[in-house]
């Protein structure tokens, strides 16, 4: 049995190393203890969001009931065949992480098969179990069993995921409007996205990222600095799209470039020496 918990394990390393660099490099900074637990979340959503995102020439919404159905089997055997259900049922019953969580996710990601536009109501509900809950899910793994930590520390890891899902829609805007059909800011049409409009949402994602800023200062101490430099990730993603014109965001998707990642590693490290983050 370890043998396979360790090439499941292996599985989703692997995953959050191919799909997401700027992840796996501040998972790498988390505390040894936390990494794997942290892989096992991260190769479960990616996973989910692939099947929504990119399997167009296959039955999705199939393919997504089974995968929620393989999920919550995992969850009651203890083990999947799925390797990455596999290391995500274990972290889930290790921590014990609220089954509500898994349910929301699943159904933004329900949205995704049939939903091309949204409400205020709707943008916040997707929002909320596309993203805040695995900000959620990883918390319940720092925390690790502390829930008065867990209860004080969840509007700010709600707020760090809700800034992150934002300037995800931000950056993939073409990819989302063209290829997918989907428009997840409400009243937004992009066929005429002004500055304005832009300008808006910029100020809604700017109040998330000071609101989880308070958060990352009070992580405890074995999460900080990973956490740390995936919102500086961000907000260096962040300020490039807020220089960027709205038609430039139509056309190409913003990117932080291999050096620029490293720089920000760097200064973050010196900044937490200096204890001054």
Not at 220 to 234: D, E, Q, S
């Amino acid at each position: 049995m370890h043998l396979f918990h360790d090439v499941s394990s292996e599985c989703s390393r692997i995953t959050t190393e191919r799909y997401s660099t700027s992840f796996s490099s501040a998972i790498r900074l988390l505390h040894k203890d936390l990494r794997t637990p942290i892989y096992h979340i991260y190769g479960f959503v990616r996973f989910a969001d692939e099947i929504v995102d990119t399997f167009h020439e296959f039955d999705k919404a199939t393919l997504l009931a089974e995968f929620k159905k393989e999920t919550y089997d995992a969850f009651k055997r203890g083990i999947s065949l799925n390797p990455i259900l596999n290391s995500f049922q274990q972290v889930v019953n290790q921590y014990n992480i609220d089954h509500e969580l898994v349910d929301a996710f699943f159904k933004s990601m329900e949205f995704d098969l049939s939903k091309n536009t949204y409400d205020e109501a709707g943008y916040k509900e997707y929002i909320y179990g596309s993203a805040e809950v695995v900000g959620l899910m990883c918390l319940f793994v720092f925390c690790d069993g502390d829930k008065e930590k867990y209860l004080k520390l969840k509007p700010y890891a709600m707020a760090l995921g809700s800034a992150f899902q934002k300037v995800n829609f931000l950056r993939d805007v073409k990819a989302d409007s063209e290829n997918l059909k989907r428009v997840y800011f409400p009243g937004v049409d992009f066929r005429n996205f002004t500055a304005a409009m832009k300008a808006e949402i910029e100020t809604d994602i700017d109040a998330d990222f000071k609101k989880s800023y308070e958060g990352i200062l009070m992580l405890p101490m074995k999460a900080r600095f990973g956490v740390y430099v995936a919102y500086k990730y961000y907000i260096s993603l962040f300020k490039k799209i807020k220089q960027s014109q709205p038609a430039m965001l139509l056309e190409d998707r913003i990117r932080i470039p291999n050096y620029s990642k490293a720089m920000i590693v760097m200064r973050a490290g010196l900044r937490s020496q200096l204890n001054i983050l």
